[in-house]
């Protein structure tokens, strides 16, 4: 069992800059390949990024590629998106991941999930 906590979701002017952190517990962290996804209101999650065990392998959606950052640190247990040039549209709540094997960007395929941050952008 592995227990994922999200955090650094909030309020954020468009073009803004946040942070969104994921900790990981329950299990060795390294050994899973991670993910992040959001979901805004009435429509699906959708996958946003993920990462492999190591950052040999790390995979954008193509609406946030050059402006999201997907990074680990699996001595702190932990994942990172650094998001920049928000804009409305990123408005959300994000979600953590973890799968054993290689990282994808296909949700079902995903293990554990955290309850999700929250990430507002105004305009």
């Known amino acids: 069992q592995v227990q994922l906590v999200e955090s650094g979701g909030g309020l954020v002017q468009a073009g803004g800059s946040l942070r969104l952190s994921c900790t990981a517990s329950?299990?060795?962290?390294?050994?899973?390949?991670m993910g992040w996804f959001r979901q805004a209101p009435g429509k699906e999650r959708e996958f946003v990024a993920a990462i492999g065990w190591s950052d040999l392998y790390i995979y954008y959606a193509d609406s946030v590629k050059g402006r999201f950052t997907i990074s680990r640190d699996n001595a702190k247990n932990t994942m990172y998106l650094q998001m920049s040039s928000l804009t409305p549209e990123d408005t959300a709540v994000y979600y953590c991941a973890v799968k054993e094997g290689r990282a994808t960007t296909t949700p079902q395929r995903f293990d554990y999930w955290g309850q999700g941050t929250q990430v507002t952008v105004s305009s």
């Open positions: 329950g299990d060795t962290f390294s050994r899973y390949a």
